[in-house]
């Protein structure tokens, strides 16, 4: 069950990373001189990176804890 | 002495910008316009927060009794949500800051965009325009100074209408002397707002008189800039310099080149001398 939820885990980050990558294009491709898109999707980057970091290390803790639990 | 590290290099303000082209306005659409989407997103985002507050006892038993696989739905279900939301931000984002007004001296470009994949880009000569107006309602907007654009065209030409735009008395005033200009047959490098403000770029007016942002292409043109300095430029070599470059054109949104400092001090040197020879005006008054 646990490989199956870091799969799962696994998708949606591809997902999202597909998502980042086309507003990485708009920003890239659009964004003028002196305006806040950059610094916007930077924001951006620097926030799911953090969200899906946290969601990562506490699926293995509960992976670490249940496997505790069941030794 | 010590020189700056960087210099500017100017970059056309849009795709198809003509090398003599001046610009008089590049405007966004006021936050005003974002307020609504903020509100929602906000809300949002204090959601699972009440969820985790007002049915604290009932998630703590389901958890107890699913075990790890109920932590690890929670955290999915958590992250998802949370990634969701940043989606949802960003689209949002990206619709209302990607639509521009820009106004140079030879046309109108409305750029609109809708979500990631619609964009639109509409072009108008001043020739072409019959009538402008601005209309500012609402208590927010009359507040902000937001108000919206609309101009009409003579003949087949789609009409204009700018929504949320910062100081529209400005912009329709730019608008209605440039056109003004246009009809009465004044050439498109001579034709200037003739009020005290020449431009709005971003929310920031432009006075008559005073240093105009490089993005105004007030020099002397696009392409003489860019051949000076690319035949006097120092491409970073150091881990550092790299780097710095890396920092300041995507986090600071600034297009800069590294600069030859032997050069760059001639250069300053020159310009000075002509300026003490009264040989270089201000920026304004070049054109």
């Not at chain 2, 003489?224 to 995507?250: C, G, I, M, V």
């Amino acid at each position: 069950m646990t490989a199956v939820v870091f799969i799962l885990f696994f998708i949606i980050v591809i997902i999202y990373a597909i998502f980042t990558m086309v507003l990485f294009y708009h920003v890239g491709r659009y964004s003028f001189i002196g305006d806040i898109s950059k610094r916007v999707f930077a924001f951006y980057v620097g926030t799911s990176a953090i969200i899906i970091a946290v969601a990562f290390v506490l699926l293995i803790l509960n992976h670490i804890l249940s496997l505790n639990a069941i030794s | 002495m010590r020189y700056p590290r960087f210099a500017y290099i100017p970059q056309p303000a849009f795709v198809n910008q003509q090398d003599d082209e001046r610009v008089f306005i590049i405007a966004r659409r006021h936050f005003v316009d974002f307020i609504g989407y903020a509100i929602i997103i906000f809300a949002l985002l204090l959601v699972p927060i009440l969820i985790v507050a007002i049915g604290y006892q009932g998630i703590g038993q389901a958890i107890a009794t699913g075990g790890a696989i109920a932590y690890d739905i929670l955290i999915l279900v958590s992250a998802v949500y949370f990634m969701l939301l940043m989606v949802v931000a960003m689209t949002s984002w990206v619709g209302y800051y990607y639509n521009l007004l820009i106004v140079t001296d030879e046309r109108i470009i409305e750029v609109a965009q809708k979500g990631f994949f619609s964009r639109e880009m509409y072009e108008l000569a001043f020739e072409q325009i019959e009538d402008v107006s601005y209309h500012t309602k609402g208590f927010l907007n009359t507040f902000f100074e937001v108000g919206d654009i609309e101009i009409q065209t003579a003949g087949t030409a789609r009409n204009f209408y700018v929504r949320r735009i910062p100081y529209p008395q400005i912009v329709f005033r730019i608008i209605h002397d440039l056109a003004r200009q246009a009809r009465s047959g004044v050439k498109d490098n001579e034709r200037m707002p003739e009020s005290e403000i020449i431009g709005l770029i971003g929310s920031q007016p432009v006075l008559r008189g005073t240093k105009t942002p490089a993005i105004m292409n007030f020099g002397a043109g696009l392409s003489a800039h860019r051949d000076e300095y690319s035949q006097n430029l120092k491409r970073p070599k150091t881990l550092r310099e790299k780097f710095d470059r890396w920092w300041w054109a995507h986090m600071k949104g600034e297009q800069l080149i590294y600069v030859n400092y032997e050069f760059e001090a001639e250069r300053a040197r020159k310009l000075k001398e002509a300026r003490r020879q009264g040989q270089v005006s201000s920026d304004v008054s070049k054109k």
